[in-house]
């Protein structure tokens, strides 16, 4: 990337004043180079000299135009400026501009892949919603968060897995067993009463009636504690479908999912629960099992084992996360959590410090929450069952693009208002819709042009000097600079801002420049860039799990 290249420049310039004597510091800064908001300010800046200006003791002004003296050529570069209060600006030629096309044309699918992964595996762990319910909007929030970050860090060069944590044993899958199986019995005429900490969704009552007509009385048959488990299977397998099904409905796939209770039948979560008693940070007191997080810089210790003898959440994420960093030896683990979960992130940082591991291989991002709205009126409750909206509900009425690319139109940390009629609108204020319809557009010039018998040839990029076409080329030049922020920031709502520049860039230069037209040279020149607008934008929309429709 040019923008790295920079980097690397100006570092050199700073190094080489220092050695010419002309500016003494001890510690370099970072360098930051940017894309200035105003075109006046070139296409790159930088604002080191701004950062540097103290601890050399000169004016930041001054200390811009030594750097300046001091960088080596760069091919790329016309023309570089010292603007006050001590910025240094550059112009890239409009020739590197214009060779972005043959760039993209030249092997579409790797334009934007970097090599900043280098190989690293890394394991990205989202939705892991029990299998007790009907997925709701927030976890579609979370599942489309972590899908596009696998793909962008696939493409920046690093080793990816998906992963599903499927929590299938322990207290809620047992409380949702025995409330479907009630309402099993309840099905067949039984006089049952539902528990008082069971599941009440009219989904329950469907997952016992499925059962009744498949399985007729089978289950009721049984022993009861018998025929609990016979139901607890069967639901928990049907409800795991349906997680899958309505995943798969959101464009969301996983490598694997896995089995919580597979921890367990295999031995590693008593050996790893044997490491934490081995450490001297584990103590049995109030009958339970307690790990001592205080003695780590936690404000309290944290229960590992019930008076009852079952395991909590924490204990069975300490073993699951061991077997991700030691056992299966990733070296870099993303979580995507719920933002009720921030609570949890600082105790499994000190658990993997206990277990000598380094707690910042473990990544946690925290979805906000979600609200539903139609214009200006909240929806607080799905109109079929009066409960919460499931996300399937929402897929079916806006489609998978909408949620996709409404859920990524803002950062992971921030809460989001999601307008459902906005979203299904087919108009320029509907994000998507306006997205998408600059891929439908390219799409009809490029069958205008067959439909015209243009045969796509060789083509003068140098034509290309109109306004329009130099805005249109800077924006494909973003691109690979996008995906590196994404893939270093782990903040995937740049991929949106980046998708609506591009669409905004390419409309205006549609009502400016005239694609097909008599003037064969200057068509094909056009022709060519909007090839390559296509190919970044197809790009955009893949990574963000969105269509690119040919008609709308």
């Known amino acids: 990337m040019l923008k790295t290249q920079l980097q690397e420049r100006i570092r050199n310039a700073v190094l080489a004043a220092q050695d010419d004597g002309e500016i003494t510091f001890t510690t370099l800064p970072d360098i930051i180079v940017e894309r200035p908001d105003q075109a006046a300010h070139g296409d790159f800046a930088t604002g080191i000299a701004l950062k540097l200006a103290r601890s050399v003791r000169m004016n930041p002004l001054q200390l811009a135009h030594i750097i300046v003296r001091h960088l080596d050529d760069v091919p790329e570069i016309e023309s570089i400026g010292v603007a006050a209060p001590g910025f240094i600006n550059f112009t890239v030629k409009a020739s590197w501009l214009r060779g972005i096309v043959d760039t993209v044309l030249s092997d579409p699918s790797s334009f934007g892949s970097l090599d900043i992964g280098r190989g690293t595996r890394v394991q990205i762990e989202f939705v892991s919603a029990n299998p007790t319910g009907p997925l709701h909007v927030g976890h579609g929030r979370g599942a489309v968060l972590g ?12 080793a990816v897995d998906r992963e599903y944590y499927l929590n299938d044993i322990g207290n809620q899958i047992r409380t949702f067993g025995r409330s479907v199986y009630v309402r099993y019995r309840q099905a067949l005429g ?4 539902m528990p008082s900490d069971g599941y009440m969704g009219d989904y329950v009552r469907d997952l016992a009636q499925s059962i009744v007509d498949t399985h007729g009385d089978a289950f009721a048959t049984m022993p009861e504690e018998q025929g609990i488990i016979a139901v607890c299977e069967f639901a928990t397998k049907t409800m795991v479908e349906a997680i899958r099904d309505d995943l798969a409905a959101l464009n969301v796939r996983f490598d694997s999912w896995f089995s919580e209770g597979s921890l367990h039948a295999s031995g590693e979560y008593e050996r790893v629960m044997s490491l934490l008693r081995d450490g001297g940070l584990v103590t049995d007191r109030e009958d339970a099992v ?8 936690e404000d309290k210790d944290n229960v590992l084992i019930r008076s009852d003898g079952s395991p909590t959440y924490f204990a069975s994420d300490v073993a699951y996360h ?5 056992t299966r030896g990733y070296d870099r683990v993303i979580d995507i959590w719920g933002a009720d979960h921030q609570g949890h992130i600082p105790r499994m940082k000190a658990v993997l410090k206990a277990l000598d591991q380094d707690p910042e291989k473990l990544i946690v991002l925290t979805c906000q929450l979600v609200s539903l709205r139609r214009g200006s009126e909240i929806v607080r409750a799905s109109k ?3 409960d919460v909206v499931t996300l399937r509900e929402l897929i079916a009425e806006v489609g998978a693009d909408a949620c996709r690319y409404n859920f990524l139109s803002r950062s992971a940390d921030s809460q989001m208002d999601f307008d459902i009629e906005l979203a299904k609108s087919e108009s320029a204020e509907n994000p998507v819709y306006y997205v998408q319809y600059a891929h439908a557009r390219i799409a009809s010039i490029l069958r205008g042009a067959v439909e015209r018998g243009i045969v796509q040839g060789q083509a003068d990029i140098c034509l290309l000097v109109e306004d329009a076409e130099m805005d249109l080329l800077r924006v494909l030049s973003k691109f690979p600079e996008t995906v590196d922020t994404v893939a270093r920031t782990l903040q995937p709502h740049y991929l949106p801002y980046y998708a609506q520049e591009l669409a905004t860039a390419f409309h205006a230069f549609y009502k400016q420049c005239r694609v097909l037209t008599e003037d064969e040279p200057m068509t094909q020149a056009r022709l060519r860039l909007v090839l390559a607008t296509k190919a970044v934008l197809v790009q955009t929309l893949d990574l963000m799990g969105v269509s690119a429709p040919e008609e709308m």
């Open 147 to 158: 899908s596009t970050l696998a793909s962008v860090l696939g493409l920046a060069g690093y």
């Open 190 to 193: 039984d006089d049952c009463e």
């Open 290 to 297: 307690w790990f001592e997080s205080s003695q780590l810089g």
């Open 322 to 326: 061991y077997n991700k960093l030691v």
């Open 384 to 386: 079929r069952t009066g």
